[in-house]
């Protein structure tokens, strides 16, 4: 089975005698993350994003179809991650990995389970057609941080991502192209992101934003997930090594100002792509055609 280049015992050495210096090798601080940018498809719900070297794409797409017997008035929302060797030879396609598993539960109890998108806004006609909403993870590059800008990456693209509008008629559904109707937004009720903590020394050393290597030398970590408003939707410890009930605590506070910076800068990110469409979109282009039109009208 192809697995990652793994580190000497000099460099685990030197990565845990720097820490203990209060060093890390790229000069961040402990709790820095590394650069973030965050970028937007043409197509509503396409997203990239780019944590350090790690990058990640997100695409969410919709269709109708019937909804689960037992949960008839509501839609459905899967959420699909995808490793692939292009990210780490220590992926193959088709087998799964410990680490497919863990961002695929992560997410799932970060994003779906706590009810962040409100999946009563996908029905249509109770028990008979509802929005089946699939979110795809693609990661195209890994070093370090997957779960964080994973979520990053999924949390806005729910935010971004539309879907057609409908109308209904009896038991006729009318699915309208976005050139008929402007698309619908989410109901998203709240914005959860993760905020992975790697421990060394016994948790006497917490990092934040843990690049391959460092992640590679951690004696394990903790991933808190939680919104803005400081209400935690998970947390998970991974590892053998203990963890002092003080610095589980200081992790979910320090977790809380990161929430609230990553939910200004995605919301930054989304309001500049909305006044950017806005400008050159689809109102500016049935504008233009209106023009066309009445110019062509004889005076």
Known sequence: MPREVELSLNEREFIAS???ENIRLDGRAFDAYRNLSLDFGEEYGVVNVQLGKTKVVVRVSAEVTTPFPDRKFDGIFQISTELS?????AFEIGRQTDI???LSRLLEKSIRRSGA?????????????????RADVHVLDHD?????????????ALQHFRRPDVSVEGEDVTVYDIREREP????????PFCVTFSYYEHGEIVLIDANLAEENVREGEIVV?????????????????????LTMLNCTTVAHEKVKTLHQFVQGKLDADEKRRDKGGLMAELSSENSRELAA???
């Open 18 to 20: 720097a820490l203990r």
């Open 85 to 89: 060797p292009m990210a780490s030879p």
């Open 100 to 102: 497919e598993i863990l």
């Open 117 to 133: 998108l409100d999946t009563e806004s996908l029905c249509i006609v109770a028990g008979s057609k509802c929005f089946a909403l």
């Open 144 to 156: 370090g941080g997957l779960i964080d800008a994973c979520c990053i990456a999924l949390i806005a």
């Open 184 to 191: 619908v937004k989410l109901a998203m009720q709240h914005h």
């Open 225 to 245: 997930s939680m919104n803005r408003h400081g209400e935690v939707c998970q947390i998970a410890k991974y590892g053998g090594a203990p963890v002092d009930p």
């Open 297 to 299: 009208i004889p005076g």
